[in-house]
């Protein structure tokens, strides 16, 4: 398959407003909520929270500023290198809390370790796009990637992070184009491998048989601090839970003391702000200009979701303690500064979103906004079920609808099957013009 080269002719736009809106919105509720839940001890907490949120902030700014396509290259595997030396030293000169080796000094390396996973993935399959999913062998070296990291995150152990990375992990496969088969062995494989490791670490077999057996001390109390809080809650600074009865609530359980001082309405809006992230960062992804920048922020957007997901199911009992803080609000360096970063590479790929065209039109397929590209990748794209998974997941994320999508998507499906030759799906660049955008009409009906 020939190489695709990155053509970038889109003007930057301005950055997706309303995703760095809730960005806001959730690091200015995770400062007020962090001196909430430790004002009785000092304004310490504070003090270290600050100077965490404007590091994040520069880290935010720095992700908006550099082109994610900079990461595409050499970049992701000197990070993906790096991070792997850094989980070692962790496993070898760690400071041991709690019965786990997670720290070097104030930095929580295992946080790293999932931006620089998602790099790795999304770099790997845009240099291979269309090819990955012909045989099992093509997807062992990100399979090998990330049971590595994995393997070096559980020995910590940090189990909770060891899920979300294989969770992340199997999102990118799917929307990469891994075939289901394949996809369904790595799973049964995964979930072998974790329960056998969760009996083997006493840290991790502790909090499952405790959570199992009904010995929840601090999901209980948890669950007390927000059903107290009825629908409005107690009031800023006025819950209880605080005061020794809720360990870590500024950190594991900071959605309690939400619910505790703000009631139902105040959670349900942390909620719909995790739920605008997701929604805006797979818009962005959708109409990414890049295929890597389409596989990177639905990386990073489904990844924080999911966080928030696992650090609310523990807070509820719907889950066992896994340690993981809540996105952007829990008290913490470490994950702060690593999600806005993150959260800041995202917004920097909205600033080369393509324009909205027609989903039936083949150049939209792969997120590319160059035609010439599509043009030379096409054939090959068009053997596999890659390009159907991609559009379809493309066409039902977008917001605009029209009274005739079922019948374009039912065009779309039979378009990318029907074996035309590329000159007849695609006119060479040079008679491209506005009005060529959609696919040729004759096209559409001999396909249907």
């Given amino acids: 398959m020939p190489s695709i080269s990155f053509n970038h002719t889109l003007r930057p736009r301005r950055i997706d407003a309303t995703l760095l809106f809730a960005t806001i919105i959730l690091v200015t509720i995770g400062l007020i909520m962090v001196y909430s839940s430790t004002f009785y001890q000092g304004s310490t907490y504070l003090r270290w929270e600050i100077l965490r949120v404007i590091a994040g902030v520069i880290a935010l700014i720095i992700g908006t500023k550099l082109h994610y396509v ?64 012909d045989s099992f062998k093509k997807i062992l070296p990100p399979l090998a ?23 992340t992990t199997l999102t990118i496969f799917f929307l990469a184009g891994v075939k289901i088969k394949y996809m369904a062995i790595i799973s049964l494989v995964a979930l072998a491998g974790f329960l056998i490791l969760i009996f083997v670490f006493p840290h991790s077999r502790n909090r499952i048989k405790n959570f ?14 927000i059903g107290s809080g009825c629908l409005f809650g107690k009031g800023l600074g006025e819950g209880r839970q605080k005061f020794k009865f809720l360990p870590k609530m500024a950190t594991d359980f900071i959605f309690a003391a939400i619910g505790e001082e703000f009631g139902f309405f105040g959670s349900t809006l942390i909620f719909i702000l995790f739920l605008i992230i997701l929604l805006r960062g797979l818009k962005i992804a959708q109409t990414a200009d890049e295929y890597f920048g389409f596989l990177l922020a639905s990386g990073i957007t489904c990844m924080l979701f999911l966080y928030a997901l696992i650090h609310i199911g523990v807070t509820l009992g719907v889950l066992p303690p896994t340690g993981q803080p809540l996105p952007f609000i829990s008290y913490g360096g470490s994950a702060l500064v690593t999600n806005l970063f993150a959260l800041g590479q995202v917004l920097n790929i909205s600033k080369f979103r393509m324009t909205r065209i027609c989903p039936g039109h ?63 799906v695609l006119p ?10 959609n696919p040729p009409k004759q096209i559409c009906q001999e396909a249907i």
């Fill in 145 to 167: 990637v990330t049971g590595v990291l994995i393997l070096l995150t559980v020995i910590q152990p940090a189990i909770g992070t060891s899920l979300i990375l294989t969770a």
């Fill in 362 to 424: 083949l150049a939209s397929l792969n997120g590319r906004s160059a035609l010439r590209d599509t043009r030379r990748a096409l054939p090959h794209l068009s053997r596999s079920g890659h390009t159907l998974r991609v559009a379809v997941i493309r066409y039902l994320l977008s917001v605009h609808r029209c009274p005739f999508s079922v019948i374009r998507y039912l065009r779309l499906w039979r378009i990318i099957r029907c074996p035309l030759p590329v000159s007849r």
């Fill in 428 to 437: 060479p660049p040079s008679s491209l013009t506005p009005s060529s955008l």
């Fill in 70 to 133: 900079r990461f595409s290259g050499n970049l992701k595997n000197i990070i993906l290198v790096i991070t792997i030396g850094i989980l070692l030293l962790t496993i070898i000169l760690g400071k041991r809390v709690a019965g786990a080796k997670r720290w070097i000094g104030i930095i929580q390396p295992a946080e790293f370790a999932k931006l620089s996973l998602i790099l790795y993935l999304a770099g790997y399959f845009a240099e291979r796009i269309g090819e990955t999913q």
């Fill in 212 to 225: 199992w057996s009904g010995n929840r001390y601090q999901q209980e109390q948890s669950k007390i601090g």
